[in-house]
């Protein structure tokens, strides 16, 4: 009896600490944000990637790498490294350097870090460098004032409140917004894409395909070298596709979805419901609904919320952020299996399904079938 009476004294401690570290952690929340992309500027990840010891290399190997020079860039990283290593995203171990037992740090980059550097872009075809770089720097004003997105009712959109236009019709002109957006779609979206085409088979038989808002073509590529047989239409507003490299399978088309959409058997729609609201989803959504065949699908890509977010899941967390970034850069929303199931019946659909579901990515698909 005394065992289990100390037991739940010990629980309790534990869930004390445990919840007194947490709640300090968030306090200092906003540090490694700036850690990151400060070694982001730096090419630290891609410079740490190409260390000649399989060990690594220590800060003032590190230092000797970047471009501009002074005697303290040794010392001065080595306050910025070992919160990459708490976050994962390098690996350290300890060199003796010399017969007195003196020792020095040596950092790798680890599997987690292999995601900010350029060969994991070349090599893998996707990165979350520049995504990281826009939500922290490309963002930067609408982190201020967040409560009014709440508080004002006034304020139906935080974005255009602080910019003076809409995301997307602001990035038309703001070009080096509008040019690192479009890259970070690119980079990013490539990497989830890779998982679904693994997992999702319902581009088989497909022959004409439309990606709405596919934004530079980079998800249609992926799906070609695939099935090189489809038909594809990257279809986007016109000042995005006008930078669309060209390649071999598919057609750029500027137009706007709100107006029509290109017909196909098959209409992709990767991360593009989740900056609308819901009347606005049914407005494009109704026009695929006419450019397709009888029997004809709309693909949705898109994060599925959970009904109660599990703290200890990096997706369910993932979701979450991106719901509250939506709110804020497009008034949009990431939405519930329930919510998307209401959505594809409003919009006329016949049949809804989630086609997968994968539990290590943030992605779903899901079908509407005319
Ligand atoms: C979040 S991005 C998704 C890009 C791409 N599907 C991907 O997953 O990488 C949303 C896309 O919708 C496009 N878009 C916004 N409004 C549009 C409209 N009215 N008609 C067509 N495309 C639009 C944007 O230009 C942007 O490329």
Redesign the pocket.
């Known amino acids: 009896m005394s065992s289990t009476t100390n037991n739940n004294n010990n629980n309790s401690k534990e869930e004390y600490d445990d919840a007194f570290t947490k709640a300090a952690s968030f306090a200092f929340a906003q540090v490694f944000p700036a850690i990151l992309n400060a070694a982001i500027d730096m090419n630290l990840f891609d410079i740490i990637s190409k260390a000649e010891s399989s060990l690594g290399m220590s800060a003032s190997e590190i230092a000797s790498k970047i471009p501009k020079q002074h005697s303290e860039m040794g010392s001065r990283l080595e306050r910025m490294l070992p919160s990459l290593v708490a976050r994962s995203l390098l690996t350290c171990s300890i060199r003796t350097i010399n017969e007195d037992g003196d020792t020095e740090r040596v950092y790798a980059v680890s599997p987690v870090g292999k995601y900010y550097t350029s060969t994991h872009h070349d090599e893998q075809g996707g990165s979350w460098i520049v995504m990281s770089t826009i939500t922290y720097q490309g963002c930067r004003h609408i982190w201020k004032d967040t409560k009014d997105a709440i508080l004002d009712a006034n304020n139906h959109n935080h974005f255009q409140k602080v910019y003076g236009k809409m995301a ?1 019709e602001y990035m038309e002109t703001d070009t080096e917004l509008g040019n690192l957006f479009g890259q970070a ?2 980079q990013a ?1 490539s990497l989830g894409l890779k998982q679904v085409l693994n997992a999702y088979k319902g581009f088989e038989g497909v022959s004409t395909l439309v ?5 530079y073509g ?2 249609l590529k992926q799906i070609l070298f695939q099935y090189p047989s489809i038909k594809a239409i990257n ?3 016109p000042h ?1 596709v006008k930078n669309a490299p060209p390649h071999p399978g598919i057609e750029h088309i500027g ?4 107006k029509t959409v290109p017909k196909a058997d098959a209409i992709l729609l ?3 419901c989740h ?1 609308w609201g819901d009347e606005e989803c049914v407005k494009f959504l109704r026009n695929c609904y006419e450019a397709l065949p009888p029997h004809g699908k709309v693909i949705v890509l898109d994060a599925l919320l959970p009904e109660i977010p599990k703290s200890t899941s990096f997706k369910d967390t993932q979701a979450v952020d991106l719901d509250f970034l939506m709110f804020l850069v497009n008034g949009g929303k990431e939405r519930t299996e329930k919510q998307f199931e209401k959505l594809c019946k409003t919009s006329g659909f016949s049949r809804f399904q989630v086609a997968c579901n994968d539990s290590s990515n943030v992605v779903a698909v899901m079908e509407f079938y005319k």
Not at 211 to 215: A, L, Y
């Open positions: 997307f779609m690119s979206g990606d709405v808002g596919g934004g980079q998800t279809f986007d507003l995005v137009g706007d979805m709100f990767k991360h593009v900056n």
